[in-house]
């Protein structure tokens, strides 16, 4: 699919509509699964919704019955060293989807509609907000493929639902269920399947109306928070606070709460 300046997909769907970028790993039927291709093509996507001013809020997802079922593999045996550096996309030196997914200033939700596995759980990790359906499926099994995670598993999962439950995933490599995943914190909502577009639609609607702008300011400061002590972490928050004040939002904001209305935000 032709994607405007993003060139042409093979693996990926890139769509907009009412300042939502929904992008979909378009492989059903390898599951997904993120073959160096693949990646690559995400990453032009999310570069794509990141440089497009008219896109506020992304969402990723996968077509058919999976989200992502990880990294596609089967050219592992082959030549391990040069396919690590290919799926890492470091012979290029480019980011890999999941850290320029958590360091794009935009609010990014992960629809997940089945299996999660691996580097699909990891990208699902990545991204800022998870809405699931009942049927979709967790988890970290390159345990059993004599790997250890290599996207996030092993930082970003115990962040979330701590120590002991990441390390017991991990070294098991056992799958949980959508609603095991929402008790231990790791998703934010889980809905019937055949609701799941519909409360990732009303989801991004609510947060299209929020500032943009000020939607930047707050990814960075929360995602500060995992890279820094508390105390740098509070300074960092405060200084973005005070950029907010310098924003025409800001002042539309406080017009429409005194004038109980809705604000008409511009992202300025």
Partial sequence: MVAESGGTF?????????????????????????????????VRALELGR???????????????????????????????????????????????????????KPIIAMVNGLALGAGCELAMACDIIIASETAKFGQPEIRMGLIPGGGGTQVLPRLVGEKKAKELVFTGD?????????IGLVNKVVPKEKLRGAVEEFAGALVKRSPIILKLA???????????LSAGLAYESDLCALCFGTEDLKEGVRAFLEKRTPNYKGK
């Fill in 175 to 183: 799958m949980i269920t959508a609603e095991e995943a929402l008790r």
């Fill in 51 to 105: 440089d497009d001013e008219d896109v506020f809020v992304m969402v990723i997802t996968g077509a058919g019955e999976a989200f992502s079922d990880g990294g596609d593999i089967a050219g592992f045996p082959k030549n391990p060293v040069e396919f690590m550096e290919k799926i890492g996309m470091q012979v290029k030196g480019k980011k890999r989807p999941i850290e320029i997914t958590r360091e794009i200033p």
């Fill in 10 to 42: 093979t693996r990926i769907i890139f769509e907009k509509k009412d300042h939502v970028a929904w992008i979909t790993l378009n492989r059903p039927e390898a599951k997904n699964a993120q073959d160096p291709v693949t990646r690559e093509e995400l």
């Fill in 219 to 229: 990814k960075l400061a929360v995602n500060k928070s995992f890279e820094t002590s």
